[in-house]
């Protein structure tokens, strides 16, 4: 307790009783509160003082008291402490072990290690500081007043041997250097030297026994050393013991044949054998041993050692049948052949090989493969076993090679197999696989050889896979047939083809045909792929044209620009333009005749189309009739003819009569003409036409279809007077 602290105290309450609290000089009662009390320690350092307590109920009174001790805190530490290892490889420093003078107490100290680094131990050493000093220091809690030690560490303490005050019975034959030595432990050398000092033999007589006397010295790190005396005893008629009956596998056999041997038995299969008797073979043994063998076929390659051990005791001259724990002196070695068969079948996948024939589906009479087995011991039989029987074996007498499913063969789909493996010694494994029985033969294809294909009006046709196929056929069945151009890629097959005009005149196809399993076949096919649709010529419009537009001459070029005609083929055609027809009469009415075909590039020709250019007449004309003439004979040649302008297409026809009259005298002309114009429209002109008489004018008429149209035939009069100025010439005949 510091001097100046406070503390409470208690006892436990009881309801109804009183408690009389008391302290020595050193302590004061703060405060009372009945079963405990608050007490200030005032008392001089490093005096015991205590507190006592009187408790009155009504069973009476009883009493206890409690030390109490107020720490000195004025601190003195020895210079130089040594201190050295316990025996746990540690040491734990208290407050006493540093500090000089008298405490009435150590409590309320701390102590505190730190080696020459400083580093801290807390309040412990170990071997590890085993020769260096170290810095010890006392704390008081109280004032925090410290003193300081020099602390040497040391280790002092000897080995420790566990050393047997009995002797150790060995047996005869045991191997004295392997024999260990007694235990010996060290607090701080974990890998002691330890040695033998001295070895001694007293085996005077072996028969009544021997004995070893063994000293062991060990010596620790810091040279301590402690000493042992070992004493080994070998007992006349030590216990035998016959090694115990052995099963070993025929597997470690004939890996291992000499585990059978009559050696010692070991961990490993390289070096052990089947045992010995033991206790009887040794430098200090009373023992002679025999042994003998006989050997008894079992099954197979398993056999089974019967070894007869004999062992004679030449001290007493007694023959031991019986081992220390009651065994008899024969050993059993058996080699036998206990494992099944290791037996994998690979995964099966049957062809339904045989043909179905309605309504019985096919099924497969297909290879079943032999199991890889493994029997490290004996030979083996193999038997398949499946739902139609066991299979029919390839070597006619178990399924080391295989066999087939027996008729009638298994159905698609999956089905048990069970292969039994027994070997020469009856071990059997049994493994029941599944096997998938399918079909894996592809379809047998038999297509017909050419294959005739019209295109229709469009120029396509489309023809279904199953129109190449001739008799196709497949051992389970037909699923679908898809058709392909040679040369195009898988993904253009389909249930039909659609040909084109591209196809003509031939083109191969590929004809898949697929059995319910997906496995397919193919075969070609030629197809001959042909037009027989002719083009359909289509001309270009009738055209209806005034005769005043058609050309002097009539020809090609001109035509071309009434259009061209046109076609419409499935496939590709080309246009011939025959020669034109023309059928127009003189007055420009009538028709020009235009023809084409078309023929395609399979040869097939059109019918004639032909487009009619009609003309019609036109009437645009203007007559002028001629002005009357008075001149001179000589100049009768100056008098106007008739003039016809034609802006249409009529056909005009003009004639003139001369009527001649002589003129009296007194007029100044010799004679006049009346000449007597007709013209004829051969267009319109009729002969029961009347001539329309178009009335004189001296200054001539002009006359145009407007007015005159409806008439075909005019007449009109021209005058022509002659005078005569040139006196006569008597000749004749007179000037006409």
């Known amino acids: ?16 009783n009183s408690w009389a609290w008391t302290v020595t000089p050193g302590g004061t009662i703060l405060n009372n509160f009945g079963n405990y009390i ?49 025996q746990d490889g540690v040491s734990h420093i208290f407050p006493d072990n540093l500090l000089e003078g008298t405490y009435n107490t150590y ?69 004295i250097d392997s024999i260990p030595g007694p235990l010996v432990y060290d607090n701080c050398d974990d890998s002691l030297s330890v040695t033998m000092l001295a070895y001694s033999v007293n085996n005077s007589n072996l028969c009544n026994g021997v004995w070893i006397n063994r000293t062991w010295q060990a010596v620790d790190d810091h040279n301590n050393k402690s000493t042992c005396v070992q004493t080994l005893h070998i007992k006349p008629n030590g216990p035998i013991d016959f090694p115990k009956d052995k099963n070993w596998s025929c597997t470690q056999y004939n890996q291992y044949p000499s585990i059978t041997d009559p050696k010692p038995m070991t961990d490993s299969l390289h070096t052990t054998g089947s045992g010995v008797a033991t206790g009887v073979s040794g430098p200090y043994c009373q023992y002679n041993v025999l042994r003998n063998d006989d050997t008894l076929q079992v099954c197979g390659n398993s056999f089974k050692i019967i070894r007869t051990w004999v062992v004679v005791n030449w001290c007493t001259g007694a023959v ?25 079948v690979p995964a099966i996948i049957l062809n339904a090989n045989l043909k179905g024939i309605h309504p019985f589906p096919c099924t497969s009479t297909d290879f079943l493969p032999a199991p ?48 039994e493996v027994r070997d020469a010694c009856g071990n059997t494994t049994k493994i029941d696989v599944v096997a998938r029985v399918t079909d894996l033969t592809a379809p047998v294809n038999i297509c017909v050889e050419f294959v005739d294909v019209n295109l229709e009006a469009d120029g396509y046709t489309e023809v279904y896979a199953d129109a190449f196929d001739l008799a196709s056929h497949d051992n389970c069945c037909i699923d679908r047939m898809v058709i392909k151009r040679m040369g195009e890629p898988d993904s253009y097959f389909a249930p039909s083809i659609e040909f084109s ?10 004809l898949r045909v697929y059995d319910c399993f997906d496995n397919y076949n193919e075969c070609m096919v030629t197809a001959y792929v042909n037009d027989k649709v002719s083009p359909i010529c289509i001309a270009p419009q009738m055209k209806v044209l005034p005769c005043t537009d058609l050309p002097a001459d009539v020809t090609q070029d001109w035509l071309d620009g009434f259009g061209g005609a046109a076609y419409y083929d499935n496939c590709d055609a080309t246009l011939v333009e025959l020669p034109f027809q023309e059928n127009i009469n003189a007055c420009g009415e009538g028709f020009i005749l235009r023809s084409w075909r078309a023929v395609d590039n399979a040869g097939n020709i059109s019918g004639t189309c032909v487009q009619y250019l009609y003309t019609t007449p036109a009437s645009d004309w203007i007559i002028k009739f001629p002005a009357d003439f008075f001149g001179s004979c000589d100049e009768i040649v100056d008098a106007d003819s008739i003039e016809i302008v034609n802006f249409g297409c009529d056909l005009f026809a003009t004639t003139y009569e001369d009527q001649y009259f002589a003129l009296t005298f007194g007029d100044s002309a010799c004679y006049k003409i009346v000449r007597t114009w007709k013209v004829i429209n051969w267009c319109n002109f009729s002969p029961s036409t009347t001539h329309k008489v178009i009335t004189h004018d001296s200054a001539g008429v002009w006359v145009d279809e407007e007015d005159y149209n409806n008439f075909s035939a005019y007449t009109y009069q021209q005058i022509i007077k002659i005078y005569d100025d040139t006196p006569p010439v008597l000749s004749y005949p007179f000037c006409q």
């Open 372 to 419: 890889t087995v493994f029997d490290s011991c004996n030979d083996y039989t193999v038997k398949i076993f499946t739902t139609v029987g066991e299979a029919i074996y390839v070597n006619g007498v178990d399924g080391k090679q295989g066999g087939y499913v027996p008729h009638p063969g298994l159905k698609i789909g999956l089905q048990p197999i069970t292969y």
């Open 1 to 16: 307790m510091c001097q100046g602290d406070a503390y409470f105290y208690a006892t436990t309450y009881t309801a109804g």
């Open 107 to 175: 409590d309320g100290f701390r102590v505190e290690i730190t080696d020459a680094q400083g580093f801290p131990h807390g309040d412990s050493i170990t071997c590890n500081e085993v020769g260096k000093t170290l810095t010890g220091k006392v704390i008081d809690e109280c004032s925090g007043n410290a003193c300081w030690s020099i602390i040497m560490v040391e280790d002092k303490l000897v080995p420790v041997f566990s050393c047997p005050v009995a002797p150790v019975e060995i047996p005869c034959d045991a191997i």
């Open 38 to 86: 608050e007490v200030r320690w005032n008392g001089p350092q490093n005096s015991n003082q205590t507190v006592s307590v009187v408790e009155t109920g009504a069973g009476g009174s009883g009493s206890d008291s409690h030390p109490v001790s107020i720490i000195k805190s004025v601190l003195t530490c020895d210079n130089v402490v040594q201190v050295s290892i316990d």
């Open 320 to 344: 031991i049948t019986t081992d220390f724990e009651g065994d008899d002196n024969e050993q059993i070695i058996a080699v036998m052949d206990n494992n099944k068969p290791i037996v994998t």
């Open 501 to 510: 005009c591209d196809d003509v005149p031939e083109v191969m196809v590929v």
